[in-house]
């Protein structure tokens, strides 16, 4: 894969492989433009599953995964520089590069890859990093997306799993076609959207200035911070109890869309 292939060394990284079947360890440095951690073309089998650990020395000041079919969570913890911790994933499959301070990550499928329940990628960051509330933008196809901590912009998009947002954002979009959106914290603006699946929405703080949540099949559960907002609630078909207080001309919005199912507004 060309992707793959070592450009201009631009960032170093320094990769540790643990197979917990074979019980081996193995570590090598990787100094390019792209890191591929792995080996050329090579494929993990059930025999060499494992968990790998790479930490990235360049500055890193926001963060960008696409993947196919694996699970992703991003959160804080107390390291000195951001690593990626891959669990029973394909060797070969993951690439990363630094470009302005974004840390872009891809991983695709390999050739000969079956891929199971228990693969991961999880983004950890520095816990100094969360005052300068980096971005963080998540793409996939088949998978739950996760992020916790205090970030700025969260954007997480999936065709088919559940995405789920835990912390202080300045704002939250959530989209994914089947699978269910959970949103907590505190956060200025938050949009959820799912085809089908159920959207629960809950702010601490602050009231914030819009909270959009839509769902064709399944319910919406809103609950915000005391404070008079401006609500349109729509269920198709379902029931729409509305409980906080409302005025047309607040700054603060609320609006909840449902095909079939139920919508819940509380304080």
Do not use: C
């Amino acid at each position: 894969m060309s992707d793959l292939v070592p450009r201009t060394a631009t960032h170093r990284a320094i990769v540790t492989t643990a197979w917990a079947a074979a019980g081996v360890v193995a570590v090598s440095s990787v100094a390019m433009g792209w890191g591929s951690l792995g080996g050329a073309g090579g494929v993990l089998n059930t025999a060499t599953r494992g968990e790998r650990t790479t930490e990235v020395l360049d500055a890193v000041t926001s963060v960008a995964v696409t993947t196919d079919a694996v699970d992703v969570h991003v959160r804080y913890d107390g390291i000195d520089r951001p690593r990626l911790v891959e669990r029973d994933l394909p060797e070969g499959g993951l690439s990363y590069r630094v470009t302005d301070g974004q840390l872009v990550v891809e991983l695709t499928d390999q050739p000969g890859w079956r891929w199971f329940s228990s693969e991961q990628l999880t983004i950890v960051l520095p816990r100094s990093m969360e005052g300068s509330t980096p971005d963080v933008t998540l793409r996939t196809t088949t998978a739950s997306l996760e992020v916790d901590g205090r970030f700025g912009t969260v954007d997480l998009q999936a065709e088919t799993g559940s995405i789920e947002v835990d912390g202080t954002f300045e704002k939250v979009t959530g989209r994914t076609s089947t699978g269910s959106i959970d949103v907590r914290g505190g956060a200025a603006e938050v949009n959820a959207e799912t085809s089908t699946g159920s959207v629960d929405i809950h702010i601490e703080g602050a009231p914030p200035r819009a909270v959009t949540a839509q769902t064709g099949t399944g319910s919406v559960d809103i609950a915000v911070p005391r404070g008079a907002y401006a609500v349109d609630a729509r269920p198709g078909t379902g029931s729409a109890d509305v409980e906080v207080a409302q005025d047309s001309s607040s700054p603060h919005r609320i609006t909840a869309v449902t095909g079939t199912g139920s919508i819940d507004i509380t304080d």
